[in-house]
């Protein structure tokens, strides 16, 4: 992320020399300079945006990713404040329950989902 924002600020950079470049040239008469300045500002103008693209679409995996994550600690902290509870219940989890669910795992096993 921190390479694509770099990236993109150089490009700004570079067409703002671009851009000046050409605006001198224009005041000079130079055909030459004012033609091959603003190809080259067109060329990092297009590589900014590129870069600015790339870096939205970034931050907004980064973004769910972090509320992912947020969800996920939250739901390991309550299971590490309720260990207590899940150790004194673990025999009925392994007695009672454990046995349905490998059942109903065997079933699934034999689709193809």
Do not use: H, W
Request: charged share 30%; aromatic share 12%.
């Amino acid at each position: 992320m921190a390479i694509l924002k770099s990236d993109r600020e150089a490009c700004l950079k570079d067409k703002e020399i671009s851009d000046t470049t050409y605006f001198e040239a224009i005041d000079r008469y130079d055909q030459n300079i004012m033609d091959i300045s603003l190809a080259d500002s067109i060329q990092y103008e297009n590589c900014a945006n590129e870069n600015r693209i790339q870096y939205n679409a970034r931050t907004s995996i980064v973004r769910k990713l972090v509320f992912y994550l947020g969800l996920l600690q939250q739901k390991y902290d309550i299971l590490f404040q309720k260990q207590e509870i899940m150790t004194k219940n673990f025999t009925v989890f392994r007695d009672d329950i454990l046995p349905d669910l490998n059942e109903i795992n065997k079933i699934l096993q034999q689709y193809d989902f």
